[in-house]
C-alpha cells in the first residue's frame, strides 16, 4: 500500500466554498475546518463569552473550545472540528446558548 | 511547614474540615488544617452543591432538627463568608422539587416528608404535588413525571467556589493551612498527639479532629473511635451553559449559578472506585430528559464520578473519644448542608463550651463495637 493512500486526498488548491456568516457571504478554501475559514476572513472575535468577553480559536485542535460557533442552527459546534461546506449557515454567538438551540441575539 | 505544635490540628481539609476549623479560629483557637494530598477521595471537589432539608431525618428526629437549624443557619453563613473574602457562593434557597417517574416511590417519599412534617411542626413545610398539577404549574415537565414533592427550605450553592472561600476564610481568620499532607499516622502522647505526614514529617498537636473523610477509617481506630465509613459512589453529568435560568431546582437536576445544569443523584456500592460508567451516565440523561424534555437537545460537557462518605447509618458522627478524650471524629454526608452549624455549634461542642449544642445522639455508641472490625 502506498503511504498516500492512508490520507485524505488533498482539495483542488483553488476550489472554494460559498457559505454565510450572520447572514454575510463568505468565501471558504475547500477543505479547510470552519475556525481556519473565520480566521482567514477576519480576525475578529467569532463569539462572546457567557461574560461577554470576545473569544476566536486558539488551539485549533479541539482542546481549548474557544472556536465555539452556531452551525446551521446548532450552537456551540467546535469550529476547528468541522470542515466547511457549501451553503454552511454560520453564526456567531454571543453568550451561552439558549435552551431550545440557537444562540443568543445580541 | 508542616512542624511545630498547634493548638488543634484538623486532619482534612474538605468543606467539614474547613467549616469545623473556621468555628475554632473564631472561638479563639490556634488551627493547623492538614490537607490530604491530590489524588486522596475527595468528596468536596465532586459534590452537587445541595443545602436540602426535604426528607432528611424523617426516621431520626435530631438529624431533622439539625438540618433544619442548618438550613436556617445558611443566609447568615454566606454572608459572613462573602464579608470575609469577598466571594459570593451563589446560595439560592428558593426551594427545590423531588420528581418522580415511580408512582410507588412517590407515595413512599410522601409518606417519609409527612414524618418529617411530624417531626418539625411549623418548622418544616412541603407540598405534594401531582403530575397534572405540576404542568400546569410548570410547563415543560415531560408527560412521564409522576408527582413531585416540593419544599420551599431547599436551595443549593455553588460547591467548588465554597471550598475555595472556606480555604480563603480559615487562612483569612488566621489558620494554617498545610497541603500534601496526608496523615499517616497519629498517636496520643504524653496529654498530646503526635502526627505523622506521609513524607515522614512529625507534628504534634494538643488536640485533634479528625475531619478525614473516606481517609477517616484508616486513623479512627488509632484514636479509639468504633467509627468506620465506607464510599457510596454518585455519578454527575454537566451540560454546556444556557442562557436561560430552568424554571426548577431539584435535587437531582441543578443549574448551576454559571449556566450549566448539573445531573446527579446516583448511588452505587463500587469502594474506592470513582469512575464513571457509560450505563450510569446514560441513565441519569435519560432521568433528565424525562423530567425536563426541553433537555434532550443540550450536550454534556463533562462527567465524573464522585464517592459520598457514608457512616454505618448514614447519619453524621460526633464522636468525642473514650480512650483520648481531647480527640473528636466529625464526618457526614452532607457537609456543604451542615457547615453552618460545623463553623459555629460545632466548634462550642468541641471547646466543651457551657453553651454548646447536645450532640448525644450522634455519638458514636450507636454503632456496635463489630462494626470497627
Ligand atoms: S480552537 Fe481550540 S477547540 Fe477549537
Known amino acids: 500500500m502506498k503511504i498516500a493512500s492512508r490520507f485524505l486526498t488533498p482539495p483542488e488548491p483553488a476550489a472554494t466554498i460559498q457559505l454565510t456568516l450572520d447572514g454575510e457571504p463568505v468565501t471558504a478554501r475547500a477543505g479547510d475546518t470552519v475556525a481556519a475559514a473565520l480566521l482567514a476572513h477576519s480576525g475578529d472575535a467569532s463569539r462572546l463569552t457567557a461574560r461577554g468577553a470576545p473569544r476566536t480559536a486558539f488551539c485549533m485542535m479541539g482542546v481549548c473550545f474557544d472556536c465555539l460557533v452556531e452551525v446551521d442552527g446548532r450552537p456551540n459546534c467546535q469550529g476547528c472540528m468541522v470542515q466547511v461546506r457549501d451553503g454552511m449557515v454560520l453564526r456567531r454567538q454571543r453568550g451561552p446558548r439558549k435552551l431550545m438551540g440557537g444562540a443568543q441575539d445580541a | ?373
Open chain 2, 1 to 373: 511547614m508542616a512542624s511545630g505544635t498547634s493548638d488543634i490540628a484538623i486532619i482534612g481539609g474538605g468543606v467539614v474540615g474547613l467549616s469545623t476549623a473556621l468555628g475554632l479560629l473564631r472561638s479563639g483557637r490556634q488551627v493547623t488544617v492538614f490537607d490530604g494530598a491530590d489524588m486522596d477521595l475527595r468528596a468536596s471537589q465532586g459534590n452537587f452543591g445541595l443545602v436540602w432539608l426535604q426528607g432528611k431525618g424523617a426516621d431520626f428526629a435530631p438529624y431533622a432538627e439539625w438540618t433544619r437549624d442548618a438550613v436556617a443557619a445558611w443566609p447568615d453563613f454566606a454572608g459572613g463568608l462573602k464579608d470575609l473574602t469577598g466571594t459570593d457562593v451563589a446560595l439560592d434557597q428558593s426551594g427545590g422539587f423531588e420528581f418522580f417517574t415511580d408512582s410507588e416511590e412517590f407515595s413512599d417519599f410522601a409518606a417519609a416528608l409527612g414524618r418529617q412534617q411530624a417531626v418539625l411542626g411549623n418548622r418544616f413545610s412541603h407540598e405534594i404535588v401531582s403530575g397534572d398539577d405540576l404542568r400546569r404549574s410548570h410547563p415543560g415537565i415531560g408527560p412521564d413525571v409522576v408527582g413531585a414533592s416540593f419544599c420551599p427550605l431547599d436551595g443549593h450553592v455553588n460547591p467548588l467556589r465554597l471550598l475555595q472561600v472556606l480555604r480563603c476564610a480559615v487562612l483569612g481568620a488566621g489558620g494554617r493551612l498545610v497541603t500534601d499532607a496526608h496523615v499517616v499516622d497519629v498517636q496520643a502522647s504524653g496529654g498530646g498527639f503526635d502526627l505523622t505526614l506521609r513524607d515522614a514529617t512529625r507534628v504534634t498537636a494538643e488536640r485533634i479532629v479528625l475531619c478525614a473523610g473516606l481517609g477517616t477509617s484508616a486513623l479512627a481506630g488509632k484514636l479509639g473511635f468504633r467509627t468506620r465509613v465506607r464510599p457510596q459512589r454518585g455519578e454527575l453529568l454537566i451540560t454546556e451553559k444556557l442562557a436561560e435560568r430552568l424554571p426548577f431546582l431539584s435535587s437531582t437536576i441543578r443549574q448551576v449559578d454559571e449556566g450549566g445544569v448539573q445531573i446527579g443523584g446516583t448511588k452505587a456500592d463500587a469502594g474506592p472506585d470513582d469512575s464513571e460508567t457509560l450505563e450510569v451516565m446514560a441513565g441519569l440523561a435519560r432521568h433528565a430528559v424525562q423530567v425536563f424534555p426541553a433537555l434532550a437537545d443540550v450536550r454534556v460537557v463533562r462527567a465524573w464520578g464522585a464517592l459520598r462518605v457514608m457512616s454505618p447509618d448514614g447519619y453524621p458522627v460526633y464522636a468525642r473519644s473514650r480512650l483520648h478524650p481531647d480527640a473528636h471524629l466529625v464526618t457526614c454526608h452532607s457537609g456543604v448542608t451542615l457547615a453552618p452549624l460545623h463553623a459555629t455549634a460545632l466548634a462550642d461542642w468541641i471547646n466543651g463550651s457551657v453553651d454548646a449544642p447536645n450532640l448525644e445522639a450522634f455519638d458514636e455508641n450507636r454503632f456496635a463495637l463489630s462494626d470497627a472490625a
